[in-house]
């Protein structure tokens, strides 16, 4: 049952046909189902609501104040109905709890084929057996036209009669398993679990990442370069995604999940890409070793030169070097040559001294670049891989350059909320010593593609 998208005047439509345009018997009724359907935002969602609505109309006494509890409450229904049709009176006893289960897993299963490439959300009916057996059900048994939630094709392959019934499961394991939510929300597609898991009072923080096509560009202005394609996150790291990561908050400006993180040294952004990694299965792309003083540190003042090298082969999280951040916050293939980015007009994309309010703010609160990414001009100034040079290409790759081999700063770019807007520009550059961390240094994340 994937059908099309209905706004509010189809809805209208649809309730006049079914309870009466003027059955004041049903008035009730017909405001609860309208309130029902327009719980979700989604539209795709809305006929699939409505064909469940009268058994959402059974309990008059229920309300339904989000999302999440209309899918709840079709669910149970579903499954009081399933019980019923089970003669033996002992079996009924276990057979909800285990058909539920049955049901999660199912879900899980079906998103795991997806987030590997498989957008199906079907499962053939032998790969589906074993998980039936462990749960003592009988897929001969279900009644799977009408109402049911789950439902089969020609070729035998059974998959859920909507795909937001899958989306549901998915956000009640979010809620229970950060580390899975990070997953989910590193993604699109998967927008309705989203929803759902925020209105279940999950963890709330702005995540996902960008995947960026690669090409050739003028990095700085002046050099001829290309980069291959790479994944950047749509947002600067969040207080919110840090303190989930990290188990603490280091900023000045605290009590704002959604603004940036800041107070990072280069060096606490590396231990959070390897940790971030960690969490969410990859293979870390950097080994930090704290014992050993890193050569190619050149900074005299530094206390800290931890030794930092990387693994290439590795699918982790990783700065992004200073030639893809400036690729991506030009709109990469998308690129319309602005000078801030997203727009000509600093104000529409940028958070700076100008409009700031002399504090970091709320990421995405400006519109987005060519390619859907936010804040790259202001907010925070974001750290980059790269030592700090002068680029003059003397043996250097025009093939996703990485600067110098050693330096006494690393890279920032960005500008931030207290600088002027000249800051901003997406070809302005700028570095600092590896380990200072204060209250206008942020970062966002990168890795590989394909993965």
């Not at 009590?255 to 990072?264: A, G, K, L, M, T």
């Not at 700063?409 to 807007?421: A, F, P, T």
Request: net charge positive; charged share 30%; hydrophobic share 35%.
């Amino acid at each position: 049952m994937y059908v099309s998208p209905f706004d509010d005047t189809d809805i209208k439509k649809y309730l006049n046909k079914k309870f009466g345009r003027l059955a004041i018997w049903n008035k009730h009724k017909k405001k609860k189902a309208k309130k029902i359907v327009q719980s979700s935002p989604h539209l795709m969602v809305r006929p699939m609501l409505l064909s469940y609505v009268e058994d959402l109309l059974e309990d008059e006494k229920k309300e339904y104040k989000y999302s999440y509890q209309v899918y709840a409450s079709m669910i149970e229904k579903w499954i009081e109905r399933e019980v019923e049709r089970i003669a033996d009176k002992e079996k009924q006893a276990t057979f909800s709890k285990e058909l539920l289960r049955f049901s999660e897993t199912f879900a899980l299963e079906l998103y795991q084929q997806w987030n590997k490439g498989n957008d199906k959300l079907e499962m053939p009916r032998e790969q589906l057996l074993p998980l039936a057996e462990k749960h003592q059900i009988e897929l001969s048994d279900f009644e799977i036209t009408g109402r049911s939630l789950l439902t089969r094709n020609t070729a035998k392959e059974w998959k859920f009669a909507h795909k937001s019934f899958l989306e549901y499961f998915v956000a009640k394991q979010m809620k229970a398993d950060f580390k899975f939510a990070l997953q989910v929300m590193e993604n699109q597609g998967m927008e309705q679990a989203e929803t759902f898991y925020k209105e279940m009072g999950g963890k709330k923080f702005k995540w996902g990442m960008v995947k960026v096509q690669g090409g050739n560009f003028q990095f700085l202005d002046k050099h001829e370069v290309e980069v291959n394609d790479f994944m950047i996150s749509k947002y600067p790291v969040t207080q919110a995604l840090w303190e989930g990561v990290m188990g603490n908050n280091p900023s000045s400006i605290k009590n704002c999940p959604d603004c940036p993180v800041e107070q990072v040294t280069w060096y606490d952004a590396v231990v959070f890409c390897n940790k971030l990694s960690e969490l969410t299965g990859l293979t870390p792309y950097y080994t930090v070793d704290k014992t050993q003083t890193d050569s190619n540190n050149l900074n005299k003042e530094g206390a800290k030169k931890w030794l930092v090298t990387t693994n290439t082969n590795a699918n982790g999280y990783r700065l992004p070097t200073e030639a893809e951040w400036e690729y991506a916050a030009k709109g990469g293939i998308k690129s319309k040559g602005y000078t801030y980015a997203g727009s000509n007009n600093p104000d529409e994309v940028a958070w700076y001294n100008k409009n700031s309010k002399r504090k970091t703010q709320p990421v995405g609160g400006l519109q987005p670049n060519e390619l859907g990414i936010y804040d790259m001009s202001g907010n925070v100034r974001e750290w980059c891989w790269d030592w700090y040079s002068d680029y003059n290409y003397v043996g250097v790759s025009n093939l996703n350059p990485i600067g110098s081999e050693k330096g006494s700063s690393r890279v920032v770019r960005g500008g931030s909320w207290n600088l002027d807007v000249n800051f901003c520009r997406v070809a302005y550059r700028d570095r600092l010593y590896p380990d200072n961390g204060d209250y206008v240094r942020g970062f966002r994340i990168s890795r590989a593609y394909p993965l």
